[in-house]
C-alpha cells in the first residue's frame, strides 16, 4: 500500500503562481510513475502531468509551458509548479502514482482556486 498525503492549494488570483506537493509513504519502493491529475465542477478528471522514476516527463497539451513536474526520489515527493494561473485551471488536483506492477493509488486531493 501506498499514502498519498498532497499539499499546497489555495486562492491565487489569474496570473499567479502556486506550487503543490505530494509526499509519498508505505511501499515507497515500488513506486513507479507519480504525477497529477485535476477535476473541475462538473467536469471529468482529467491528466496534468506525469513523471517517471527515471525523470521522464509528460504533460497535457494545455499545461505545457505552464505547469513543470519534478520529483525528488529521496523524499518520495512528486510536486506540481503552476505558473500563469487561469481561472480554467480551478479544480481539485489530486497526486497519483503507480507501483511498478501498475496499481494506481490517489491522494486526498487539494482545491486550487484561481480568481479572474
Known amino acids: 500500500q501506498v499514502q498519498l498525503v498532497e499539499s499546497g492549494g489555495g486562492l491565487v488570483q489569474a496570473g499567479g503562481s502556486l506550487r503543490l506537493s505530494c509526499a509519498a509513504s508505505?511501499?515507497?519502493?515500488?513506486?513507479?510513475?507519480m504525477g497529477w491529475h485535476r477535476q473541475a465542477p462538473g467536469k471529468q478528471r482529467e491528466s496534468v502531468a506525469g513523471i517517471t522514476r527515471s525523470g521522464t516527463t509528460t504533460y497535457a497539451d494545455s499545461m505545457k509551458g505552464r505547469f513543470t513536474i519534478s520529483r525528488d526520489n529521496t523524499k518520495n515527493t512528486v510536486y506540481l509548479e503552476m505558473k500563469n494561473l487561469k481561472p480554467e485551471d480551478t479544480a481539485v488536483y489530486y497526486c497519483?502514482?503507480?507501483?511498478?506492477?501498475?496499481?494506481?493509488?490517489w491522494g486526498q486531493g487539494t482545491q486550487v482556486t484561481v480568481s479572474s
Open positions: 508505505g511501499s515507497i519502493s515500488t513506486i513507479s510513475v
Open positions: 497519483r502514482v503507480l507501483s511498478s506492477r501498475g496499481t494506481g493509488y
